[in-house]
């Protein structure tokens, strides 16, 4: 199955391609979209009558992010109180309770960046995971990914047969797909054709 991927700044854009799509007769289940607006993505979902996408739980990775930043906060907040005390010579005293602090506090951080990491990643928000099983690049999903974070609407249109790829991409392309460094940065342009190589 090949995919065609591109992106709009408003979801008024993505309603008018996904209707335009389905006019030229794809099936809706092959069509897809997805934002960050949930109200917004709702409306998009009623009026298009196409689905959603949920993108992929974020899993392990969230959880192990979540702790590296938790442990990387208490250092920040503790290590220079530390050096604060042994800087004076009448705190030194209160070294040992100084780094007894650095400990708990990595322990703390730790414990709960975790458990927030295991919170965010337990919903199903991570459409980098989802766009490179469609065969997407990781650095161009990831760009793909930090478009919908800044409020754009990614639209997705698949083909069992790949013989319609290229009228999919033309239709996306005449309705306002744009250029991922307009978007994120500098890159190709938003809408992409790709196969089951990433090509």
Known sequence: MESVVALFREPGQAKVVLEALKSRGFDRDHLGFALSDAVAEEDLAQ??????????????????RGGLMGVLASLTLT?????????????????EGGLLG???GAIGGLTLGGLFGALSGSDSGDYVTLLRRMGVPPVQA???NAGISDGHVIVIARDASTARADEALS????HGAIKLDD?????RL??????????
């Open 47 to 64: 009026s298009t009558g196409v689905s959603p996408e949920e993108g992929a739980p974020a899993g392990s990775a969230a959880v192990i």
């Open 79 to 95: 290590v220079p109180i530390w050096l604060l005390i042994l800087v004076f010579p009448v705190t030194r005293i209160y070294q």
């Open 102 to 104: 650095i400990m708990y």
């Open 142 to 144: 990831e760009r793909f």
């Open 171 to 174: 239709l996306m392309r005449q």
């Open 183 to 187: 978007a994120a940065g500098k890159g």
């Open 190 to 199: 938003q809408s992409e054709r790709i196969g089951q190589g990433g090509n």
